[in-house]
Structure formats: structure tokens, C-alpha cells
């Protein structure tokens, strides 16, 4: 299994900036699927989660308005789409699969990606 995160780099305070996570090994669309971050010093914390059925996707108070979560079942990836991005985002971004009930939850998850480092500049 693995999951392959790209997209990130450097953007200003106020820009936009689109993930992308593809899977291999396994098929997304049985999973939840969700993406988080870790700033230095500090623990991974859940940006935006959906669950495998649909329905309204899981976001954080700190991105709400500002990140959209979206998955293309049929290449198999998961995408996070951040505007109006502030310096407090600067963080690694990792992308996970769950089948775990706790879909919003870090906990819950159990395949992760590598990790894409996304810094915002003031």
C-alpha cells in the first residue's frame, strides 16, 4: 500500500494551493479518506476527512471556508484544495485511508502518505 502525496511548496499569505494524494495498493473508494498536517514542534492534527459513502466531509475550524476536500474514486486520489492560505497552515501535509469508524479522527487511520511540506509566507 502506499499513498503518494504531492503539491506542496512555497505560496504567499493569501494564495491557493492544490494537494493531490494517489493511491496504489489499495482502492480508495472502500476507504475514508483524509488529510493532515504537522507543524514543527507540535502534534498531526486532522484538516478535512470524507467518508468512503460521501456526505459532508469532516473539516477543521482553523480551514472551514478555506480547504475543500474531493476524491476521483476512478484514479484512485484524493485532492485538497486550499485558498486563502495564511501562514499559520505552514505545516507538513499528510494524506490517509481508513476503514476505521473514527473517520475524523487521526487515531482512526491507518495508511498514511509521505508527507508534503507547505509553507506560507507572511
Known amino acids: 500500500v502506499q499513498l503518494q502525496a504531492s503539491g506542496g511548496g512555497l505560496v504567499q499569505t493569501g494564495g491557493s494551493m492544490g494537494l493531490s494524494c494517489a493511491a496504489s495498493?489499495?482502492?480508495?473508494?472502500?476507504?475514508?479518506v483524509g488529510w493532515f498536517r504537522q507543524a514543527p514542534g507540535q502534534e498531526r492534527e486532522i484538516v478535512a476527512a470524507?467518508?468512503?459513502?460521501?456526505?459532508?466531509?469532516y473539516y477543521a475550524d482553523s480551514v472551514k471556508g478555506r480547504f475543500t476536500i474531493s476524491r476521483d474514486n476512478a484514479k484512485n486520489t484524493v485532492y485538497l484544495q486550499m485558498n486563502g492560505l495564511k501562514p499559520e497552515d505552514t505545516a507538513v501535509y499528510y494524506c490517509?485511508?481508513?476503514?476505521?469508524?473514527?473517520?475524523?479522527?487521526?487515531?482512526?487511520?491507518?495508511?498514511w502518505g509521505q508527507g508534503t511540506l507547505v509553507t506560507v509566507s507572511s
Open positions: 495498493g489499495l482502492t480508495l473508494r472502500s476507504y475514508h
Open positions: 490517509g485511508a481508513s476503514q476505521n469508524v473514527q473517520w475524523a479522527n487521526t487515531d482512526g487511520y491507518k495508511y
Open positions: 470524507m467518508r468512503r459513502s460521501g456526505g459532508n466531509p
